[in-house]
């Protein structure tokens, strides 16, 4: 199976500052038709998860312009410009290069 | 508008078994696959296997190998999960998640169905 390492666990960030959360995979997500297979969701408290960023860098209908999403190949990195109160919650990477998809720990973003 | 509808909340003894539904509506339930995800309390999120109705085919994931099975009725539009031989550690909230596009993931995801295993 391919393993998702995020980076860091947890995060407490003020309001208006900037976050940043890195994921690595144990193998390329690049796939031979040239699209990379990397997702990021959150999971706000006592919500199901909802997606923000797919194939690295583009995002869902609806998900505001200040999470963007970069990386190739087995280092990718999900970035809020300035993190906001309803932005708290639990962050994930996932993989869906291989049939067998993983997802990376989790962080948790906190507000200070 | 997708709508993924779950069955309610279970309580099971070790080493019985648990169906979970999910109904889908809008969409065509065919052109899209279902996923099992699950949550232990306090816990990450984690992909347990993968229905894909058009063809009737099921991935699982290895840890839930040979206790697990996906399976959809395309007259309904549901998808169902059951796992068997349940322990303790099988109580979480358990998630169907649609895919459309492979390459945009979970696009819609079910509200959750907690199962609890419990003597």
């Known amino acids: 199976d391919i393993v998702m390492t995020q980076t860091p666990l947890s995060l407490s960030v003020t309001p208006g500052q900037p976050a940043s959360i890195s994921c690595k995979s144990s193998?390329?997500?690049?796939?031979?038709?040239?699209?990379?297979?990397l997702y990021w969701y959150l999971q706000k408290p006592g919500q199901s998860p909802q997606l923000l960023i797919y194939?690295?860098?583009s995002r869902f209908s609806g998900v505001p312009d200040r999470f963007s999403g970069s990386g190739s190949g087995t280092d990718f990195t999900l970035k809020i410009s300035r993190v906001e109160a309803e932005d708290v919650g639990v962050y994930y990477c996932m993989q869906g290069i291989h049939l067998l998809w993983t997802f990376g720990q989790g962080t948790k973003v906190e507000i200070k | 508008q997708v709508q993924l509808v779950q069955s309610g909340a279970e309580v099971k003894k070790p080493g019985s078994s648990v169906k979970v539904s999910c109904k889908a509506s809008g969409g065509t339930f065919s052109s899209y696959t279902i996923s099992w995800v699950r949550q232990a309390p306090g816990q990450g999120l984690e992909w347990m296997g993968r229905i894909i109705p058009i063809l009737g085919i099921a991935n699982y994931a290895q840890k839930f190998q040979g206790r697990v099975t996906i399976t959809a009725d395309k007259s309904t539009s549901t998808a169902y999960m059951e796992l068997s031989s349940l322990r303790s550690e099988d109580t979480a909230v358990y998630y169907c998640a649609r895919v459309q596009e492979a390459v945009v993931g979970f696009d819609y995801w079910g509200q959750g169905t907690l199962v609890t295993v419990s003597s």
């Open positions: 194939e690295v860098s």
């Open positions: 193998q390329s997500l690049l796939h031979s038709d040239g699209k990379t297979y």
